[in-house]
């Protein structure tokens, strides 16, 4: 017989909301992760007393009421609304691009007026009937000003290629807001957990056997003798070995310090959207939490390529990494015990609502209740 019911590859928020709700199912687990900490890219550090966000900014935000109560579960959000601001040539606006983003550009005050500004921005790219490429189709939508000042630099950086060279689907439209309202994003429900997200991921595994530092690759045979089934978290690709090549990704890396004044920009997300300057954005940790210490901390996030040093942030969402992934996919229908789950088993990009959801509807197939 074997020691465990379930092995749990990846602490991340999949593994962990799979392993409460196993747990609660009385099943035994055992939850693995090759980094040093659990949480996966949620993981939050507190360093005196500021909860910093480590593997970048993360806001709760969903409009299913559902996945909403699971969550408040373990932790108390606070109030936070998400309002980036964005620098360009040292200039700030707001963002999502709404009244006040139109109003710093131009001058424009009502939404008739805004519209007709951008009307008329873009009926120089009228005669582009099918863009093909990143910058035709951003053009078409939004005009010069907007696309100059706030999606070439940013995305060209994001992506390191030229927006002339991006396909057009990384932006599939270009949300303008005519009303005065900066919250970034349109769900009913959203905060930040107080005391970040290390401690929801902590109370969500309590109950499973929880070993880090331990990676599943390095004693594969082993760990499948331990339970008849696996949860599986990790990249798809890696799990077969690479054998229709490795599946790309974009990387970043974070810069974080730590200053001696109790505030350095008066936000908590300021993006920086020229393209010679070499980091997308700066998070100032505190403001998550509106904090009140003496000193700030903040992050600089840069974009780089992935190599086997860095993590694996964004998938490439391109023709040859869809067709690897479709053949890696094919091969894992053989596997009938191993659930493949999260962001780097299904190679896509999920908000944590979503991969929540994924959890529970994994959990309800093999337990039949939701709690
Ligand atoms: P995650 O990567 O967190 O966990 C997988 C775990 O598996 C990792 O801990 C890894 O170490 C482990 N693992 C991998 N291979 C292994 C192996 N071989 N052996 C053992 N362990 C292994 N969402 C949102 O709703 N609001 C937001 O503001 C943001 N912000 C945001 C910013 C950035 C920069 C990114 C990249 C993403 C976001 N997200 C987000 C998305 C959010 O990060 C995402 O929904 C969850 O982290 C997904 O959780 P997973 O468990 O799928 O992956």
Known sequence: ????????????????????????AGKKCLIIDKRRQIGGNLYTENIDS????????????????????????????????????????????????????????????????????????????????????????????????????????YTEKQWGRRATELPSFIIKRIPLRFVYNNNYFNDTYQGIPVGGYTPIIESMIKGAEVQINTDYFENKTYFDSLAPKMIFTGRIDEFFDFKFGKLEYRSLHFEHERLEINDFQGNAVVNYNEFDVPFTRIIEHKHFEFGTQPFTIVSKEFPNEYSKDSEPYYPVNDERNHTILGKYKELAKAYGNISFGGRLAQYAYFDMDDTIEAALEVARKEFKFIK
């Open 50 to 153: 500021i909860n910093v966000h480590k593997y970048g900014a993360h806001i709760f935000h969903t409009s299913n009421r559902e996945i909403w109560n699971y969550i408040n579960q373990f932790a108390d959000f606070n109030n936070f609304i998400n309002s980036p601001l964005a620098n360009y040539n040292g200039k700030l606006y707001n963002l999502p691009f709404n009244m006040n983003t139109f109003y710093q550009l131009w001058g424009t005050q009502t939404p008739l007026e805004a519209k007709a500004k951008i009307a008329e921005q873009c009926k120089k790219y009228d005669y582009i009937t099918h863009p093909a490429n990143l910058e035709e189709h951003a053009l078409k939508m939004c005009g010069d000003d907007i696309y100059n000042t706030f999606i070439k630099g």
């Open 1 to 24: 017989d074997s020691i465990y019911d379930y092995i749990i590859v990846g602490a991340g928020l999949f593994g962990a909301v799979f392993t409460q709700q196993a747990v609660k």
